[in-house]
C-alpha cells in the first residue's frame, strides 16, 4: 500500500473516529449503529446501496450487544466503516464479498471492544495523575481531563479504522480472489447467521414481557407474507 | 427455579442485575439485603423504581434475610440476592451456611482498594474476607453478567481476573 | 427527601451548557470514577452559581465530591445531575447528598437499561431494518433510524434534567413517570411484533435475486436462533457467528 492508497483512506479513517466516539464518549446518537455507519461509510465511496445492506447485515449482530456500562461489548461504530467500506467497494457479484466483509466487520469490532477496556484503564491513569488536583475541586481539571478522554477515543477509533482498512482491504481481495462460491450463496450464508443472531436477540428482550412472544410470532408470519408478496 | 444467585455488588440495582441478568435468567424477584436500606424509606423507594413492574423486589436486613431464605429457596420462581458489600454476604453467609456459591459482580474503586479486575476493586481486609469465604467451603468467583466467564477467586486475586 | 416545591431560578444559558455537557457525560469513562469526572463536568456550570462562584470553598468542595466514583445509564445521569445541581444550590447537608450519590446510580442505571438498552435500541432497529425490507432509499433508513431514536434520546436527557432540577433529591418520585415504568414492556411488545415482521422482510431485501435459496436460509436461521437462545448466558452470539463465518470462508477456499 503506497502513501497515496493511505491518504486515501484517511476520510474513511476521520468517519470511523467520529462513529468510533459516538458509541460511548460523545454524543451516543447512535450514528454508530452498523445502519447507519456502514451506509455512511457506502456513501462516501459513492455507493450507499451496498453500504446500507451491509449494514442491515450487522445490524442483525447489533440487536444483541447492550453497552451496559462497564461490561465488554464490541464496538460497531468503526467496524462498520470496516465492513461496509469493503463490501461496497466491490461490483455486484463478487464472490464471497458479503461473507469475507462481515467477518471482517466482526473481527474488526471485537478488536474495537478490547481497544475501549485499554482506553477505559488509561482514562482512569490519567484520572489519577489528575487526582490531586480534582481532590482540591479545579474545576478546570476536571474539563481538561474530560477532553483529553474524549481526543483519545477518538483517535482510537481513526487509528483503528486505518489499520483495520489497511490488514483488511488486501486480505479482502485476495480471499475474495480465491473463492468460487456464488454472491447468493454468500449473501445467504451470512443472512442466515446474522438472522439466527438477531432473532435470538430479540427474543432475549422480549421473551419476559407478557404477550410479547405472541407479538413475535404474529410479526412473523406477517413479514414472510410480506416477503411473499413483494416478490 | 429457586433463589440460586447470590451476589455482591455496590451499585445493588442496576442495569447488569435487571437486564444482563434478569432477561436471560427470567428473574422474579430480587431480594437487596443492606440494614441501612432496610431502615430507609426513600432508598427503598429509589431501588424500587428501578426494578420492573413484573419482578418483585424484598428488603430485607442480615437478620430478616437470615429468617425468610427457606422461604426464599422454596419459591417457585428465579430470584438473585444481592448484598452491596463483602461484609454483608459474610455475614449472612455465617448465619446461612447453606450458601455455597457468592459471585462478586462489582466491587468498585475507592480510595484504599486495589484494582484485581476491571469490576473488582479489594482492600486487603475485604480480600481476607473472600479468603475466609472460601476456606468456608463457599465458592467465590468473580462474573459481572452471565455471558462472561465465572473467574476463580483465587485467579481474579492474581490480577488475572476479567480483563 | 422532598425538595423545595418551588425549584430557584436557574438562568437557561446555564441549563443549555448543563445539557450540552451532558451529551459528554462518558468522555472519560473509566474503571474506577467510571462515569463520575463527567457528572461533575456537566455539574460545573450550575456550580459556578454556588456563593464565592468558581474559585469559592463551596464550588471547590463540591467539585471535588461529584468527580468521584459514579454511575448511572448515560442519558437518565441527566436526573442526578439536575437532582445534585439543585442539592448544592439549595445548601443541602452533605451527608445526605451523599447517601443520593450512593443510592441513587443503580435505578437510574436499570431504568435507562431497560428502557433504552434493552427496548428502544432494538426497536428502532426494527424499524429501520423494516423500511429497508419495504425498498426504502438509504438516506430514508438512516434518517428513519436517527429520528426514531433520538426522539426518545434527546427527550430523556432534557426530561432528566428538567426533573431532577425541580424535584432535588426528591425525585425517585419522577422515576414512577409512566413512560419509566411501563414504557419498556410496551416497548418490547412494539419490538417483538415489528421486529417480527422486519426480519424476513429485510432478510429477503439482502438476499435480492437469490430467493431460490429462502427455504435453506429459513431453516437455517430458525436452527440457529434456537442454537444462539440456547447458549445465552454462556457465549454470545455474534462470537458464535464470527466462528461459523470463519469456517465458512474457510471451508469455500479449500473446497
Known sequence: ????????????????????????????AMISRPIVASTLAGA??????????????????????????????????????????????????TAGAMTVAALAALLTASIGGS?????????????????????????????????????????????????????????????????????????AVVVSIASAVGLAAVWKVVHTTVGARWYLLGGLAMGFGIAAALK | MTLEIFRIDDRLVHGQVVVGWGQPCSLGFLVLVDDEVARSEWEKELYRMGVPPEMEIVFDSVESAVARLAGYRADARAGMLLTGDIDTMARLVAAAPDIRTVTVGGVHHKPGRVPRSRYVFLTPAEEARLLELAAGGVTVVAQDVPQAAATPLEVMLRGEGPT | MNAPVAAPHLPLRVRAAMLLR????????????????????????????????????????????????????????????????????DGVPDAQIERFRVAAPGPLGSVGDRLVWAGWVPFSSAVALLAFGLGMSPAGVVLVFLGTYNVLHLGLRIWGLHAGWTRGLGVASALANPVLRQGPAHVARATALIAGVALPVAADGIIGSGRAVLGGVLAAVAAGAVMVTLLHGRIEGWRVATFALAAFVLYAMVR
Do not use: C
Not at chain 1, 503506497?2 to 451516543?28: I, K, N, R, Y
Not at chain 1, 451496498?50 to 450487544?65: C, P, Y
Not at chain 1, 481526543?151 to 482498512?165: E, F, H, I, M, Y
Not at chain 3, 468522555?27 to 454556588?50: D, K
Open chain 1, 1 to 28: 500500500m503506497t502513501f497515496t492508497d493511505l491518504m486515501m483512506l484517511m476520510p474513511l479513517a476521520v468517519l470511523g473516529a467520529v462513529l468510533g466516539l459516538d458509541v460511548v464518549s460523545f454524543p451516543q
Open chain 1, 44 to 93: 462516501l465511496i459513492g455507493q450507499p446501496g451496498r453500504g446500507l445492506v451491509m449494514g442491515v447485515a450487522l445490524e442483525f449482530f447489533a440487536l444483541e450487544s447492550m453497552p451496559f456500562g462497564a461490561s465488554r461489548y464490541p464496538e460497531w461504530g468503526s467496524a462498520s466503516v470496516v465492513g461496509g467500506v469493503l463490501f461496497a467497494q466491490t461490483a455486484d457479484g
Open chain 1, 115 to 187: 481497544s475501549m477496556v485499554l482506553l477505559r484503564r488509561a482514562n482512569a491513569v490519567w484520572a489519577r495523575k489528575q487526582q490531586a488536583r480534582i481532590t482540591r475541586g479545579s474545576g478546570s481539571a476536571v474539563v481538561a481531563l474530560q477532553l483529553v478522554g474524549m481526543t483519545s477515543d477518538l483517535l482510537r477509533g481513526g487509528a483503528l479504522t486505518l489499520v483495520a482498512l489497511v490488514v483488511f482491504m488486501p486480505l479482502y481481495e485476495a480471499v475474495t480472489a480465491t473463492l468460487t462460491i456464488s454472491p447468493v450463496l454468500s449473501r
Open chain 3, 22 to 89: 451532558l451529551f459528554a457525560i462518558q468522555g472519560v469513562w473509566n474503571y474506577e470514577t467510571m462515569v463520575g469526572n463527567g457528572i461533575a463536568f456537566a455539574l460545573e456550570p450550575a456550580l459556578r452559581r454556588l456563593p464565592g462562584g468558581h474559585t469559592g470553598d463551596r464550588f471547590r468542595a463540591a467539585m471535588a465530591r461529584h468527580s468521584g466514583y459514579f454511575n448511572a445509564h448515560p442519558y437518565l445521569a441527566s436526573v442526578a445531575v439536575g437532582a445534585l445541581a439543585r442539592a448544592e444550590l
